[in-house]
Nanobody, 115 residues
């Protein structure tokens, strides 16, 4: 089992920045990819960004140019730098990791963008 814990969420004004962090622990063999998803009330969970072990990244169109995903394989951590935040970015953000064809999820961290 892999446990994921997110941190870094909070309240920020429009145009501001936040950096989310995710640390993986437990039985870690080889985490192939890590990602960030978000979900709001009544909405489906959607991919924000993902990164493979070798550094290949994928972003949702809505965040391209504003968000940057990175990871530290040695520390089993993933990060999401979010810039130019807008009210529509308000959601619960979840860390996700893939290992041995299994998906693992964190508990989520709230990001609220409001003036």
């Amino acid at each position: 089992q892999v446990q994921l814990v997110e941190s870094g969420g909070g309240l920020v004004h429009p145009g501001g920045s936040l950096k989310l962090s995710c640390v993986a622990s437990g039985t870690i063999v080889r985490i192939v990819s890590m990602g960030w998803y978000r979900q709001g009330p009544g909405k489906q969970r959607e991919l924000v960004a993902s990164i493979t072990r070798t550094g290949d990244t994928n972003y949702a169109d809505s965040v391209k140019g504003r968000f940057t995903i990175s990871r530290d394989n040695a520390e089993n951590m993933a990060y999401l730098q979010m810039n130019s935040l807008a009210p529509e970015d308000t959601d619960v953000y979840y860390c996700q990791a893939t290992q041995l064809n299994r998906f693992y999820w964190g508990q989520g961290t709230q990001v609220t963008v409001s003036s």
